[in-house]
């Protein structure tokens, strides 16, 4: 089994702050997605991102993918209460078209 | 509705029952994947389907879990013998057809099982 673990599990700030949420794998991946599920509702897709090194920015969330493809990071920059959710990694391998899914950082933005 | 649409949103079930629950995709995508959540986790594969071709079941946990897709469209996937470790949401994913790799993945709202 491909593991991909996520850092951390639980996060819970205040609204205005800034934060980091971690992908790892232990094998190399073809391509990264990020999806946010909120409660009682399917994940929804984020970003994808398939180059190593890159940066992908979406409002005040930047995604960065590692360099030996391997892990990525998600940051947020002054959260936000509607930030709130399951933020869940996603990684495809070679030719496969399944994608592994990490177990998720559960965020809570307070107000 | 133009999203993938599962049903029962909800089922309750008494252990050794067999269950069904049911998928239908966004019109057009080719691929539909199944999948498993227990609570506050991430998901777990169990299946994918793919056009005309064989599924891919590596993520079934046990020979009382199947799956169907008939017609290339609505895929059912059958619970036997229900125990209460089944106990999970159910969710659907359907995918278009494109290039190579993993496209984005779009998913119903699930199924939400519950094995007394």
């Known amino acids: 089994t491909q593991l991909l673990e996520q850092s951390p599990q639980f996060l819970s700030i205040q609204e205005g702050e800034n934060l980091t949420v971690y992908c790892n794998s232990s094998s190399v991946f073809s391509s990264l997605q990020w999806y946010r599920q909120e409660p009682g509702e399917g994940p929804v897709l984020l970003v994808t991102v398939v180059t190593g090194g890159e940066v992908k920015k979406l409002k005040r969330l930047t995604f960065q993918f590692g360099d030996a493809r391997k892990d990525s990071s998600l940051h947020i920059t002054a959260a936000q209460p509607g930030d709130t959710g399951l933020y869940l990694c996603a990684k495809a391998s070679g030719s496969a078209r399944q994608l592994t899914f990490g177990s998720g950082t559960q965020l809570t933005v307070l107000p | 509705g133009a999203g993938v649409s599962q049903s029962p949103s909800n089922k309750v079930t008494e252990k050794g029952k067999d269950v069904e629950l049911r998928c239908d995709p966004i019109s057009g995508h080719t691929a539909l994947y199944w999948y498993r959540q227990s609570l506050g986790q991430g998901l777990e594969f169990l299946i994918y389907f793919q056009g005309n071709s064989a599924p891919d079941k590596s993520g079934l946990p046990s020979d009382r879990f199947s799956a169907e897709r008939t017609g290339g469209s609505v895929s059912t996937l059958t619970i036997q013998r229900t125990q209460q470790e089944d106990s999970a949401v159910y969710l659907c994913?359907?995918?278009?057809?494109?290039?190579?790799?993993?496209?984005?993945?779009?998913f119903g709202e699930g199924s939400r099982l519950t094995v007394l």
């Open positions: 994913a359907s995918s278009p057809p494109g290039l190579a790799g993993v496209g984005e993945l779009f």
